[in-house]
């Protein structure tokens, strides 16, 4: 019942408030279920957080986008949420991110730029199937050759990039374009430690 009066109240406030586009869409009676089922899946997944839900809402269907990517450092996990006709989520999966000595940045990114083998020269070794966030090549999303790493998956420690599990890097890959927002948020675990 709860779900049902959301959703009535979804449609109502986009058909009121919505951009003159969206009113021509849910006038003309188009995919008027598919975009209240896509405000709940939102809804859902930022833990019945209105606020949330309409900020990204709105980012989301004004500037027409396909994906977007979410890093919580709290929970050391990332999310790839598919926004092409049903919003699912795509891939969900546990990552590591920095250590305290070298945090990765919270905010809003872009994947800037790719690349199957990226040389680390600061820190000596290959990432694997290289997802670049904007500013450079010092910070990005990536795997690391063998396998010993995905032990500390779920804990900050890495030099501030983003690791992704071997199984995961090429799908990660292939999937995510260039352009693609990468938002990420919360506090890493180094940070939690000790709080009362």
Not at 29 to 46: A, M, P
Not at 154 to 178: D, M, N, W
Request: charged content about 25%.
């Amino acid at each position: 019942m709860k779900k049902l009066l959301i959703a009535l109240l979804v449609f109502l406030a986009i058909s009121i408030t919505g951009s003159a586009q969206e009113k021509i869409t849910i006038a003309e009676g188009s995919d008027r279920t598919s975009r209240v089922e896509n405000y709940l899946f939102l809804y859902d997944y930022f833990g019945e957080d209105f606020n949330k839900t309409k900020k990204y809402w709105n980012e989301m269907i004004e500037k027409d986008m396909k994906m977007i990517i979410f890093i919580n450092l709290t929970s050391q996990t990332l999310d790839v949420i598919d926004m092409r006709d049903t919003f699912k989520i795509a891939i969900h999966d546990t990552i590591s991110s920095g250590m305290k000595a070298h945090p990765t940045p919270v905010g809003n990114w872009k994947i800037c730029n790719k690349k199957v083998n990226f040389w680390s020269t600061s820190w000596g070794c290959n990432m694997r199937y290289w997802n670049g966030l904007e500013g450079g090549n010092s910070f990005g999303m990536h795997g690391l050759e063998g396998y010993a790493y995905e032990k500390q998956l779920g804990k900050a420690v890495s030099h501030g990039c983003i690791r992704l599990r071997r199984s995961l890097e090429l799908t990660f890959y292939q999937l995510v374009p260039i352009g693609t927002k990468v938002v990420i948020y919360g506090r890493p675990p180094w940070e939690t430690y000790g709080r009362k």
